[in-house]
């Protein structure tokens, strides 16, 4: 379940990092793969944040009707904080993390790597491209 649940976020970040390494090479097809690599990992730690903080309030909000129950019932605060869906949650949110925080840099790599070896094609944005066609 830990790996499902973070699998569509790691669908989201490496898709959305292959890209941004494409469109940086696309603006300037001049730059190293240590500098796509570098710009490419810039874009790269601001999605990181974004996407843990979306991990976490997804699994909050999955779990919060158990936590609403675990409010009505009278248990003590240790028994709940002992609780196997607390640290499932818990889990679930690190596990996702830790995955994340790997694959940007790898996907990162990768994609400096191919796309710094391709040339921009004619018709792709590049730095003296206006966009249209005369």
Known sequence: GIIIGALGVLDDIT?????TVQEIHRADSSLSTTE?????????REHIASLVNTLALAYVGASLPVMLIFTK??????????SEFLVEEIMRTLVGSIALILAVPITTYLAAV??????VRPGEAGPSHHGHSH
């Open 15 to 19: 898709t959305a990092q292959s890209a």
């Open 36 to 44: 796509l690599y570098k710009r490419g990992s810039s874009v790269g």
């Open 73 to 82: 019932v009278d248990f003590p605060l240790w028994v709940t904080l002992n």
């Open 114 to 119: 191919v796309f710094g070896k391709e040339p």
